[in-house]
C-alpha cells in the first residue's frame, strides 16, 4: 500500500503562484510514477503532470511552460510548482502514484481556486 498526503493549495489571484506537495509513504520502493491530477466541477479528472522515477517528466498542454513537477527521492515528496495560474486552473488537485506499473494509488485532494 502506498499513502499520499497532498499540501499546499489555496486561494489565489491570477498571474499568481502556488505549490503543492504530495508526501507518499508504505510500500514507496516499488513506486513507478508520481503525478498530478485535477477535477474541476462538472469535468472528468485529467492528468496535469507526471514524473517517472527515472525523472522523465510529461505535462498536459494547458499547463506547459507554467507548471513544474519535481520530486525530493530523500523526503519520498513530489511537488508541482505553479505559476501564471489562471481561473481555469481551478480544481481539486488530486496526486497519484503508480506501482508496478498496475496498482494506482490517489491523495484526498486539494482545493485550488484562481480569482479576483
Known amino acids: 500500500q502506498v499513502q499520499l498526503v497532498e499540501s499546499g493549495g489555496g486561494l489565489v489571484q491570477p498571474g499568481g503562484s502556488l505549490r503543492l506537495s504530495c508526501a507518499a509513504s508504505g510500500s514507496i520502493f516499488s513506486i513507478d510514477a508520481m503525478g498530478w491530477y485535477r477535477q474541476a466541477p462538472g469535468k472528468q479528472r485529467e492528468l496535469v503532470a507526471v514524473?517517472?522515477?527515472?525523472?522523465?517528466?510529461n505535462y498536459a498542454d494547458s499547463v506547459k511552460g507554467r507548471f513544474t513537477i519535481s520530486r525530493d527521492n530523500a523526503k519520498n515528496t513530489v511537488y508541482l510548482q505553479m505559476n501564471s495560474l489562471k481561473p481555469e486552473d481551478t480544481a481539486v488537485y488530486y496526486c497519484h502514484a503508480r506501482r508496478t506499473l498496475k496498482y494506482h494509488y490517489w491523495g484526498q485532494g486539494t482545493q485550488v481556486t484562481v480569482s479576483l
Open positions: 514524473i517517472s522515477s527515472g525523472g522523465s517528466t
